[in-house]
């Protein structure tokens, strides 16, 4: 009946993935996967776990999370994490590999978070909580777009904080559709002068925050007017001060 599971080490880890036989825990909703010292996370241990929803995944070697090589024979287990973390991986450079972008796409996930991972360059959610990527300049690639239209249909709530490299959540020109988003939270972003250069689609989002604590609401009529209307106004803010 066990639904929440930590495992740390290099050695619990593999130990791990060789003796568990699968579906041993089949009530498990949560694992988490702390001090691996392997560059790449090992999709094998996943295929333990029927009815995992969050995978954590801390504090470890990660170079890169979901590699082209293993993800055709765990698509589709992977597809049923809904929440996944990223903390403290200090070597992660990309979550996806540059050749998985076809294969690999979670489309039902509906939160990431991911904190401390100062070498992350890019990153292609569909749901997303970012913090202290300090070298993140966009969201989306212009590459990954393949079609007219990118619709994040999960997303519910996306908070983009303390990224100080960070220009736009993407500079394409293709049509961005957000059917289900709410919450907006933009802070300390502070070269974001835009979201997108194309089309945004939020039917439902009616204002967007400027501060972590949700205190400061502003709404301009849509996403890229709000965020140009604030962004003047703190330049002009702080020449005042100074």
């Not at 050695?11 to 949560?30: A, D, G, Y």
């Not at 970012?130 to 239209?149: N, P, R």
């Not at 979201?195 to 972590?212: D, E, H, M, N, V």
């Amino acid at each position: 009946m066990l639904e929440e599971l930590q495992l740390s080490g290099k050695t619990v880890t593999k130990k791990w993935q060789v003796q568990v036989p699968e579906r041993l825990f089949p009530q498990l909703k949560s694992l988490e996967l702390s001090d691996d010292e392997s560059t790449v996370l090992t999709l094998r241990i996943i295929q333990r776990f029927h009815n995992m929803a969050k995978l954590s995944l801390n504090c470890g070697s990660y170079q890169e999370i979901f590699p082209y090589e293993y993800a055709e024979e765990y698509i589709e287990r992977l597809s049923e994490v809904k929440h996944l973390v990223l903390y403290g991986l200090h070597d992660l450079k990309e979550i996806y590999g540059q050749d998985s972008k076809e294969s690999l796409k979670f489309q039902d996930i509906e939160i990431l978070e991911v904190q401390s991972c100062f070498n992350l360059i890019n990153l292609m959610p569909s749901s997303a909580s970012l913090f202290d990527c300090g070298m993140m300049m966009e969201i989306v690639a212009s590459e990954y777009a393949t079609k007219d239209w990118i619709v994040f249909n999960s997303l519910k709530s996306l908070s983009l904080l303390y990224l100080r490299s960070l220009t736009c959540f993407y500079s394409g020109n293709y049509t961005l559709s957000f059917p289900f988003l709410e919450n907006l939270t933009v802070n300390e972003c502070p070269k974001m002068e835009i979201f997108s250069t194309g089309i945004i689609r939020t039917p439902k989002l009616q204002k967007l925050a400027f501060s972590a604590e949700l205190t400061q609401h502003y709404w301009e009529g849509d996403v890229n007017t709000t965020i140009q209307q604030y962004h003047k106004k703190a330049i002009a803010r702080k020449k005042r001060l100074q």
